[in-house]
């Protein structure tokens, strides 16, 4: 849970500060709250750069980025919540600096109360949007990069589930229409997490286990594809259906190596795509590394 939302200016100026809880408790007495900003702005002015990071101050944690003069941060309950914060505190920090860049004022280093009361309704809906995100499919938001946007979020989220309900029959052709609607910064991070959702959800449905071997792995493969297994480390798809008649520069199935991934559900593996049809190569193999 975030607990509240602050924007600092370098010089230690709260331009906005709103809380995220109804438990009182959990806010800030005036003095406390000024020794935290005070500490949180000391430390950003160390880093220099434009960056999205988390600091710990006594037993409260702050997720915090920083661009220009302006820190956006938020207050955290626990280091579980840090997935979901830096989301929040990415989208929120972009949509603050486009505000602040727009009111003459500010920039003339003017503050007037309840100048940005406006910008409360922007918090909650972001926050209240990423909080139904992590709550529907935590694992999207881990790993996943914060300058991707909140509406691909969602998307990526729903999307996950009609795979999970419509799977086997509709996985090729819903994935095949979703992957090139997504921008290209984003794709193939985002269809190997995708993968990874689906791949680990069929799995627990399918066996009753969050980690698998790998030939049942492959039984749950098999019904989206012609496959083969190579001694347990190496997996062949003859012919792929995710990237039959497309061409691209770099291998193209993200979404089979986060399947597979996904559904052995063992941290201590990876999947990597070493050759893909699309980029001219006669199969799309996937070889399966383990941590040593």
Request: aromatic content about 8%; charged content about 30%; overall charge neutral.
């Amino acid at each position: 849970m975030i607990d509240e939302f602050f924007v600092l200016k370098s010089d230690g100026i709260c331009l906005f500060h709103m809380p995220l809880t109804d438990k009182q408790i959990r806010h800030f007495s005036s003095d406390l709250f000024a020794g935290f900003t005070s500490a949180i702005v000391t430390f950003a002015s160390q880093l220099g750069r434009s960056t999205l990071t988390k600091i710990e101050l006594q037993d409260k944690i702050f997720v915090f980025e920083k661009t220009g003069d302006l820190i956006s941060v938020a207050r955290i309950s626990s280091q579980e919540d840090f997935a979901i914060a830096k989301h929040v505190v990415s989208l929120l920090h972009k949509e603050f600096i486009e505000d602040y860049s727009k009111n003459p004022n500010l920039t003339q280093g003017i503050i007037k109360r309840d100048v940005y009361k406006d910008f409360e309704e922007t918090v909650r809906e972001i926050t209240q949007k990423c909080e139904q995100i992590a709550h529907k499919t935590p694992e999207l938001l881990r790993d996943m990069p914060v300058n991707i946007r909140l509406d691909n979020l969602e998307e990526i989220s729903n999307f996950s589930e009609q795979l999970v309900d419509q799977f086997p029959e509709a996985t090729i052709r819903l994935v095949r229409v979703f992957q090139p609607k997504l921008p290209k910064e984003i794709m193939h991070v985002a269809m190997k997490k995708l993968g990874g959702i689906v791949g680990k959800k069929l799995a627990r449905n399918r066996f009753k286990s969050s980690i698998i071997d790998e030939k049942e792995m492959m039984k749950l493969l098999k019904e989206i594809s012609v496959c083969s297994l190579q001694d347990d480390v190496r997996i062949t798809l003859k012919i792929c259906p995710f990237c039959r008649g497309r061409k691209a520069e770099e291998p193209y199935c993200d979404f089979v190596s986060g399947f597979i991934e996904g559904a052995l559900g063992n941290p201590a593996i990876t999947v990597k795509e070493i050759s893909c049809h699309a980029i001219g190569d006669k199969y799309c193999q996937f070889d399966i590394i383990k941590e040593k």
